[in-house]
Nanobody
């Protein structure tokens, strides 16, 4: 069991950057793979990135590859999503998730979710 809290969202202009953070409490973060998903207005939850328990494996959606970087610091029970070259279509609520590193692109594969943090990219 783990509790997740995201932070770092905000309003940025096209081309700007944000760094999202997710802190875990409860069971140590190192036992979980971690992921980031977005939910844009009127759309379902969509995969952005995932990282394995040790951090040696990562996966990215094609739409964010080369722009976003997922990382983790297990000593701090933290996972991060650095977002660069932001586009208006990146707007949405961003959620971190914890679970096993398996079928990571599907939100159904993840056991635990944070409350989300809003990211708005102005056009």
């Amino acid at each position: 069991q783990v509790q997740l809290v995201e932070s770092g969202g905000g309003l940025v202009q096209t081309g700007g950057s944000l760094r999202l953070s997710c802190v875990a409490s409860g069971r140590t973060l190192s036992t979980y793979a971690m992921g980031w998903f977005r939910q844009a207005p009127g759309k379902g939850r969509e995969f952005d990135a995932a990282i394995s328990q040790s951090g040696n494996l990562t996966s990215y959606a094609d739409s964010v590859k080369g722009r976003f970087t997922i990382s983790r610091d297990n000593n701090k029970n933290m996972v991060y999503l650095e977002m660069n070259s932001l586009k208006p279509e990146d707007t949405g609520v961003y959620y971190c998730a914890a679970g096993g590193y398996y079928n990571v692109r599907s939100p159904r594969s993840w056991a635990y979710w944070g409350q989300g943090t809003q990211v708005t990219v102005s056009s």
